[in-house]
Antibody, heavy 123, light 107 residues
Framework: QVQLQESGPGLVTPSQTLSLTCTVS??????????WSWIRQHPGKGLEWIAY???????YYNPSLKSRLTISVDTSKNQFSLTLNSVTAADTAIYYC???????????????WGQGTMVTVSS | EIVMTQSPATLSVSPGERATLSCRAS??????LAWYQQKPGQAPRLLIY???TRATGIPARFSGSGSGTEFTLSVSSLQSEDFAVYYC?????????FGGGTKVEIK
């Protein structure tokens, strides 16, 4: 059974870089039936899709974050990662990684989620 | 970007009663619509995709309907474990967006 686990620092200093990694277990990140996404949830608020990456490195970023964002994949480690530059308090959130089913026409639903990791931006 | 609007923000329902949640898209998303359930301290869980198809292991009391811009999630007889926040999400095009959520609370 596929599981996802986020890892990374829980506290980031304003203006610095937030880096998170999602490790996929129980299945291969190179499975061409899936995209691998990052989603965040501000405290007590709704969900915001950040970006996805395909096993071959193809990416799509949410335009609202694109200028500060990089995601990458390491198929040898079965991991994908997120880097968000120049963070502010507004980036404080729970960050989830999730598996997104790929259909012929594009995206489909998020069928598996990590447990989430809380990241606080504060000095 | 497609804006997803959910109503009501909070729904108070007694156990055993039916709950009906609404989701509206700012433009047609065809049937490319999913519903998720989120309990406190947990990640969202996929309930419905394709507007009406239950995900693996989801009880039959959950049902989804709609297409285009108007969607509904119904829970036929609320159980104690169903009190949670529910989100809709479209995947018709990018960027993917979620609704603001409906909290289903015990009346």
């Amino acid at each position: 059974q596929v599981q996802l686990q986020e890892s990374g620092p829980g506290l980031v200093t304003p203006s610095q870089t937030l880096s998170l990694t999602c490790t996929v277990s129980g299945g291969s990140i190179s499975n061409d039936n899936y995209f691998w996404s990052w989603i965040r949830q501000h405290p007590g608020k709704g969900l915001e899709w950040i970006a996805y990456i395909y096993y071959n490195g193809n990416t799509y970023y949410n335009p609202s974050l694109k200028s500060r964002l990089t995601i990458s994949v390491d198929t040898s480690k079965n991991q994908f990662s997120l880097t968000l530059n120049s963070v502010t308090a507004a980036d404080t959130a729970i960050y989830y990684c999730a598996r997104e089913v790929k259909q012929a026409a594009g995206s489909d639903a998020f069928d598996i989620w990590g447990q989430g990791t809380m990241v606080t931006v504060s000095s | 970007e497609i804006v997803m609007t959910q109503s009501p923000a909070t729904l108070s329902v007694s156990p055993g009663e039916r709950a009906t949640l609404s989701c509206r898209a700012s433009q047609s998303v065809n049937n490319n619509l999913a519903w998720y359930q989120q309990k406190p301290g947990q990640a969202p869980r996929l309930l419905i995709y394709g507007a009406s198809t239950r995900a693996t292991g989801i009880p039959a009391r959950f049902s989804g309907s709609g297409s285009g811009t108007e969607f509904t999630l119904s829970v036929s007889s609320l159980q104690s474990e169903d009190f949670a926040v529910y989100y809709c999400q479209h995947y018709n095009n990018l960027p993917l967006t979620f609704g603001g959520g409906t909290k289903v609370e015990i009346k």
